[in-house]
């Protein structure tokens, strides 16, 4: 915001038709009212221009839509630029159920998600030479990276990957790091600074889950023993009774009040199985539930066990939970794709990403690519078996478009029915 606010000025905008407020301390819809009508009478003089204003943590305020309804609909808006931040999607939601032809228009969607770097911003963030490949391949364009993915898909290699694949040594060490760090600033300046992630770092980031559960009337008890359920049952199928399975939740639609509540926290990422049939996922049938960030992961996962440390972090990715945290993150970011793919504020993931079953076989991830499907199948190590992705052949074999993509830990290959491509390239790509 501040930012922004600083691009303005230097445009040449008058600092007084510029208003900037931090909404911790609001007390409600009339205090926001008060404030902002306020402001309208120190800025009369450029009433007839265009304002500008920021409101900074407008989730902090109980029922602010009220507020900024009343403001709409008696004109003091008229004319005017509003831009909130919130830290909670569901906020978001109720906000467009309440601001119905108040929220102006724009190309794409009118609501902005500030995830944490993804893996190719991670890079570009950490390594300066990356950064400038990065740019010199023209991967910055997302028109590019698409082309990209539906070449390979297609069973051609462009020379992009083969570029890539030059930097493989470079791209895998930043992934590792990128397991610990996961996308968020403070993990990744402990992280270059000390070596490790502090253990307040991660203490603050599970406080921050915690109070956005208790703001929405959850229960940190349950919170804490859902977490524990999704963390043992990570790239399982998994339904809602299965879930709430050894916890103390009286009813399995509270599970999924509880994972609704995290996926619009951006903590989880739940997908379903792919109906063919009826071009969509089958709510009715068992999920697989996902954590989109890793660090955030290491965080709970910690709290959980009553362990959170750099050291536990480290342990964990030593053993076969590595494999799983990976499919996290390509799950994250196969999501991030099929947004830009389709970058609207109705935009709903289980719609976009679902994983798919047979009666022998499954695949990891079916991504919804136009009026089309392409599989991608996560199998994290040098080397696989015909019979390891027999999902891959099962499901392209009523699609002869596209071919499977197996995402691997550092093999790259190409026969005539599945691309490898190692995961570290895959996700400087998407």
């Known amino acids: 915001m501040k930012l922004m606010i600083r691009d303005l000025i230097r445009g040449g905008v008058k600092p007084r038709r510029i208003f900037y407020w931090t909404c911790d301390l609001v007390e409600g819809p009339k205090a926001l009212v008060e404030i902002l009508e306020n402001y ?4 009369r003089e450029f009433q007839s221009e265009r304002r500008y204003i920021f409101l900074d ?7 602010w839509q009220r507020g900024i309804k009343y403001l709409h609909d008696t004109g003091k808006l008229e004319n005017s630029t509003v831009i909130m931040t919130g830290s909670h999607s569901l906020d978001i939601r109720k906000a467009a159920e309440r601001l119905p032809g108040r929220r102006g228009a724009m190309e794409g969607s009118v ?7 993804k893996f190719a911003e991670y890079v570009e963030t950490r390594d300066e030479d990356m950064a400038r490949l990065f740019s010199s391949l023209d991967l910055l364009k997302f028109e590019n990276r698409r082309r990209i993915i539906e070449d390979i898909s297609k069973g051609d290699i462009p020379k992009v990957v083969e570029e890539l694949a030059l ?17 968020i600033p403070r993990s990744i300046n402990d992280y270059e600074r000390f070596g490790e992630i502090r253990q307040e770092t991660y203490l603050t980031y599970v406080q921050v889950t915690i109070g956005d559960i208790l703001r929405w009337g959850k229960r940190e008890t349950y919170l804490a023993q859902l977490i524990k359920r999704v963390i043992d049952t990570l790239s ?16 399995m639609n509270t599970v999924s009040e509880y994972i609704d509540v995290l996926k619009s926290s951006f903590v989880l990422c739940p997908i379903y199985v792919l109906d063919r049939n009826k071009r969509g996922p089958m709510y009715g049938k068992k999920k697989k539930i996902h954590f989109h960030d890793p660090f955030i992961f290491h965080a709970l996962r910690g709290w959980v066990n009553q362990a959170p440390s750099y ?8 053993g076969e939970g590595k494999s799983k945290l990976i499919e996290c ?10 947004f830009s793919l389709n970058p609207t504020d109705d935009f709903e993931l289980t719609r976009n990403l679902m994983y798919w079953k047979s009666k022998q076989n499954e695949v990891d991830f079916i991504l919804k690519f136009g009026e089309d499907y392409l599989p991608f199948e996560v199998k994290y190590s040098s080397s696989f078996s015909r019979r390891e992705i027999n999902g891959i052949y099962s499901f392209t074999r009523s699609q002869s478009k596209y071919k499977g993509i197996v995402v691997t830990k550092d093999l790259l290959d190409n026969d005539k029915s599945v691309v490898a491509l190692p995961t570290f ?5 998407i």
Do not use: N
């Open 40 to 43: 309208f009478k120190f800025s």
């Open 57 to 63: 943590e407008i989730s902090a305020v109980k029922d």
């Open 425 to 429: 390239i895959l996700l400087a790509l």
């Open 329 to 338: 993150v390509v799950c994250d970011h196969l999501i991030r794709f099929a």
């Open 311 to 318: 050291q536990e972090a480290l342990h964990y990715l030593a």
């Open 236 to 251: 399982s199928q998994v339904s809602w009774r299965s879930l709430q399975k050894d916890t103390d939740i009286g009813h």
């Open 111 to 117: 609501d902005k998600v500030l995830l944490p770097m």
């Open 167 to 183: 930097y493989s040594d470079e791209l895998s060490k930043y992934l590792e790091d990128y397991l610990l760090t996961g996308g």
